[in-house]
């Protein structure tokens, strides 16, 4: 398998992915409870945009980005087909600098997104834009995959190719956390980890048995 960068393995995959992924991710369930109607959330690294029409019944409005072109215009389409427009606003963008304001956003997603990155400047920067564009006393919601089958130690990075239609495995890379690199990274950015699970099927669970490991992070009110 030819190894691309992630936005250019997910341009390659999208229509497949997309086709693929056209329900919500079963941990989306596990955040509801932590909205209001009156939020204004961000999406970031959206994908197809299913997590953020998941999302909308329970918010004011969401800004979802992606790095992808493609999965950006997939986004796009399927936010449209659902007559959701007006409460999803859709575009291109890194994770790794948003194009928003400071304290935009009550609550920001992260979900199975911060884990295709594997240098330690990049989760610095993720970590820092995520917390600019979030409000004082505003709420992070992280998920990145639990380690693999076989993968319990080594190695860290993988790369796990998606079968398209035409034969092709097109290899996106995906680092596995430890809970506690993950919290780590999480507190020195100027978070407080509010919450920490292991997710499987929608339900939480152990980390033995988890798909996912979850946190939810709340950022500290100003003292000013």
């Known amino acids: 398998m030819k190894k691309l960068p992630v936005v250019k393995a997910f341009d390659s995959i ?6 693929k992924h056209s329900k919500p991710r079963p941990w989306v369930v596990l955040f509801k409870k932590f909205l209001k109607k009156s939020d204004v959330i961000l999406d970031a690294g959206c ?14 409005k969401t800004y979802a980005v992606d790095a992808s072109p493609r999965m950006v215009s997939f986004a796009k389409s399927n936010v449209l087909n659902y007559g959701l427009q007006k409460k ?8 790794l600098a948003l194009p928003f304001a400071d304290s935009s956003f009550d609550s920001v997603a992260y979900f199975a997104v911060i884990h295709h990155f594997a240098k330690p400047n990049e989760w ?15 709420l992070a919601f992280v998920t990145v995959w639990n380690k693999l089958k076989g993968l319990e130690t080594e190695p860290k990075v993988v790369f796990l190719g998606f079968p398209k239609k035409n034969g092709e ?22 978070f407080i980890v509010e919450e920490v699970f292991y997710e499987r099927n929608g339900e939480k669970t ?9 946190l939810v992070l709340s950022k500290p009110k100003s003292p000013y």
Do not use: D
Request: net charge positive; aromatic share 8%.
């Open 88 to 95: 999803i606003l859709v575009s291109k963008a890194s994770i």
């Open 124 to 138: 610095k920067k993720i970590f820092s834009e995520m917390r600019r564009v979030l409000k004082p006393k505003g």
């Open 206 to 214: 152990t980390k033995g048995k988890g798909r996912n490991l979850c």
């Open 47 to 60: 994908g197809n945009g299913i997590n953020a029409i998941a999302l909308a019944p329970f918010v004011e």
């Open 14 to 19: 999208a229509g497949e992915w997309n086709a």
């Open 169 to 190: 495995r097109v290899p996106r890379m995906h680092y596995f956390f430890e809970e506690g690199q993950l919290t780590c990274l999480a507190e020195e950015s100027g």
